[in-house]
């Protein structure tokens, strides 16, 4: 999401970068296309005013990722962009999935094959970078045996950072479940062992409401949106609150983010649908969106 409520959207299949126009609510808008990578791209964070790193990882077999930086300041749609390589990992990076913002030029990304999240410390000017691996645990593994045709079911997948809570969250697709880890305000690095907060599965990203004290999970393979608690010890509170009954409009959603409005956080989220591209649900594939889901809750019935 963008300060000017624009979004950006990394496409993997296609190795694409799209650009989404604003749109009121009910209005249907036509992307534009803003790049094709050599890689194919996955995690997107802002980490200055109009600043982004994008992820570009070649997949589980050659282990070849890179991390690009786009500066979109003064940029208007059509004109070509110039992405910069400015980190390549070694060994042992697998797939850089899920990104989010750790601290001021610190960012953590998910490695969905390695098993782990790496912390990636940006140069003032955010064109250079070093990378190290943040955390690895038995939560955050693959499931090499689920891959029948390949990719396997990836491991940790999405990962966002509350800085009320002082937590990064995380999903593990493969593992099923929805974690926590404690950090270090002074260090970013973590301040505890990993914490069990939900079985949930088929998760793939979601978005935070630390106020509210909720995550919002899409379940890829599920079509579902979920609400499931932050704090520990209340997964039997976890409730679909999309797609269930199922709804043809919420096929394949992948990755989820808060408008940018003054009143969106924690009641506009903009996702986003592969249509069903890895597990159409009735055989047929619908096309790949962006949706706008509005989320009232005036009591708990």
């Known amino acids: 999401m963008r300060a000017d409520e624009s979004i950006l959207i990394t496409e993997l299949v296609q190795q694409r970068l799209w650009w989404v126009p604003p749109a009121d609510p009910g209005v249907v808008v036509e992307p534009v296309l803003v790049h094709t990578f050599e890689h194919p791209p996955t995690g997107i964070a802002e980490v200055a005013p109009d600043v982004f790193i994008i992820s570009l990882t070649e997949g589980y077999t050659t282990h070849e990722s890179h991390l690009a930086q786009i ?100 999903t593990s697709t493969a593992q099923k479940v929805f974690m926590r880890v404690p950090v270090d305000v002074a260090t970013l690095d973590p301040a505890g062992p990993v914490q069990f907060v939900a079985a949930i599965d088929n998760a793939d990203d979601f978005c935070l409401d630390e106020e509210a004290g909720f995550a919002y999970v899409t379940r890829h393979r599920a079509n579902t949106i979920d609400r499931v608690p932050l704090a520990p010890r209340h997964g039997s509170e976890v409730r679909h609150i999309a797609g269930d009954p199922f709804d043809d409009t919420l096929v394949g959603p992948s990755s989820a983010a808060w408008g940018r409005g003054s009143d969106d956080h924690g009641r506009v989220a903009y ?27 005036p009591d708990e019935s």
């Open 271 to 297: 996702v986003t649908t592969d249509g069903g591209t890895t597990a159409p649900p009735d055989g047929v594939v619908r096309p790949a969106a962006l949706l706008r889901v509005g989320l009232d809750y």
């Open 71 to 170: 500066d979109f300041t003064g940029w208007t749609p059509g004109v070509p962009v110039s992405p910069e390589v400015i980190c390549s990992f070694d060994d042992p990076v697998r797939a850089l999935n899920g990104s989010c913002l750790l601290g001021p030029n610190v960012l953590a990304i998910a490695d969905c094959f390695a098993g782990l999240i790496w912390r990636v410390d940006l140069a003032d000017d955010t064109r250079g970078a070093t990378a190290r691996v943040w955390l690895a645990d038995d939560t955050m593994a693959f499931d090499p045996d689920s891959g029948v045709p390949p990719p396997p079911q990836p491991g940790v997948n999405g990962v966002r950072y509350g800085e009320q809570t002082g937590y990064l969250y995380y």
